[in-house]
């Protein structure tokens, strides 16, 4: 049996990015979350938010690790995999790669010293602005990342030569026509991500009646984030959609399971695409929604997958059904997110079981509703690597095998393996042990006093040999 090596390096690069992606949009969130803990604690005095701060930094810290170890694989990749692909797109994503790792890697490893080592060490603002610092690292990424990812959705700002893109406006190139929309989405997915895991994970410890003061207000602080940042989200989704349809329609076609060019869409809730017969089985739709919602108008035209040939047409049931699970999650959110607020009287939120039990479930929501939002985005642009400038199949090694291909995909899968069953056993200890006691921490910071400012330690020293 012949092994395509296209298909394999395909299944490979959605392997390594589905694994790590879920560690971003994890730490992402859960940065900010630990810099708003610092913030309060410095402020307040306040001992319940140094106690949250402390055990969030430990999860932070194990799945910042799980992040930084899966990510460096998928620039490798480029070269071994898709080294057409590395030397065609050269001269754009070297430099915005680059960008990021000077710009965003190095102001977090730096700052995340002092927030993992520095306690009792600096004064307090330095390790709230070490949080901070830390958290603004996190965004600084992303957008460069998220870049170079949308300049491959919407290419702008280059013309190409000799098989070479050359960038002729880097303004053009790295603010292009979708990466606005595709970053605001992506942080407030991330602000969703930390907000359900920390309320999930609280909502599990007071379930178990642990420490049910400190984690009712990290589940009272997660509620009404979430109240703001789900609804927020479907607006921005909605925003980003608009944006897709503007720009890479028959992504949006697979999306919405449209064949033939219509005027007044329906919205299908349920369909079987069937792709060798151009059609659907089993429709079960709104009319006109669909395109109300992508052109403001009940009568507005939305294009059909059959207005480009059969090969360059995308998976569409796989971007069809992925699209459904994301927006799904997405309602549920908002639901969750309201009910928080109607469970407001008398903290009924803290104590309402079916609620709790429902939180910790929909801790593990958003990386569900993440990994498919990224199926969407990377299934629907097929076959195209770079949309409408390079397929997958131009953009492969020319030397690379089945078997090679193979290989490494095995390989890959076995030690991300232990990487996540490592990772997985940290946190559930992080977990079982659960927030410090606040005696605990009394005595850490009598033993390992906080720093004091300069000229305060010269001139206590100073009154020190006077009085002797």
Do not use: C
Not at 102 to 119: D, H, I, K, M, S
């Amino acid at each position: 049996m012949d092994l395509d090596p296209l298909l394999l390096s395909r299944i490979q690069f959605a392997f390594v990015v589905s694994f790590h992606a879920i560690f971003p949009v994890f730490t992402i969130g859960l940065a900010s979350y630990i810099a708003a803990l610092e913030g309060l604690s410095w402020r307040t005095k306040n001992p319940v938010w140094e106690r949250l701060s402390r055990f969030w930094i430990q999860v932070f810290a194990v799945v910042f690790g799980m992040g930084v170890v899966s990510g460096i694989v998928m620039a490798f990749q480029f070269g071994t995999n898709w080294s057409n692909f590395a030397y065609a797109g050269a001269n754009f994503l070297g430099p915005v790669l680059s960008y990021e790792v000077v710009t965003a890697f190095f102001l977090e490893a730096a700052f995340l010293g002092v927030l993992l080592f520095g306690r009792g060490k600096v004064p307090q603002g330095v390790h709230f602005f070490a949080a901070v610092m830390v958290a603004v690292g996190t965004f600084i990424s992303s957008f460069w990342i998220l870049s170079a990812n949308s300049w491959m959705q919407t290419p702008g700002g280059y013309e190409l030569r000799d098989g070479m893109v050359h960038v002729t406006s880097w303004a053009d190139a790295i603010f292009n026509a979708s990466l606005w929309p595709r970053f605001f989405h992506m942080g407030l997915a991330s602000f969703l991500t930390g907000g359900f895991v920390v309320a999930g994970v609280s909502a599990w410890y007071l379930l178990r009646k642990k420490d049910v003061e400190v984690h009712k207000r990290a589940l009272s602080m997660s509620l009404w984030l979430l109240l703001i940042i789900a609804p927020a989200q479907v607006v921005v989704g909605d925003i980003h959609g608009l944006n897709t349809f503007e720009n890479q329609p028959t992504k949006v076609a697979a999306m919405e399971g449209v064949w033939e060019t219509e005027r007044g869409a329906p919205l299908l809730l349920f369909a079987i695409p069937d792709q060798e017969a151009q059609t659907n089985h089993f429709e079960i739709g709104i009319p006109r929604l669909a395109s109300f919602i992508l052109t403001h108008d009940w009568d507005g035209e939305v294009q059909g997958l059959k207005e480009v040939p059969p090969e360059e047409q995308p998976p569409v049931a796989i971007v069809f059904w992925s699209f459904r699970i994301m927006v799904g999650i997405g309602m549920l959110m908002v639901l969750f997110a309201i009910t928080g607020l109607v469970l407001r009287r008398k903290e009924a939120y803290a104590r309402t079981t079916w609620f709790l039990q429902g939180m910790r479930f929909m801790a593990i929501s958003p990386f569900i509703a993440v990994l498919a939002g990224w199926f969407v985005t990377e299934v629907g642009r097929a076959p195209w690597l770079i949309y409408e400038v390079m397929t997958h199949a131009q953009g492969l090694t020319p030397s690379l095998t089945g078997g090679m291909a193979l290989f490494t995909l095995i390989g890959y899968i076995s030690v991300y393996a232990v990487v996540f069953a490592a990772g997985l056993y940290y946190l559930m200890r992080v977990l079982r042990v659960g927030v410090a006691p606040e005696h605990e921490m009394t005595t850490a910071d009598s033993n390992n006093q906080r720093a004091k400012r300069p000229l305060s330690a010269a001139s206590a020293a100073w009154e020190e040999e006077t009085q002797q």
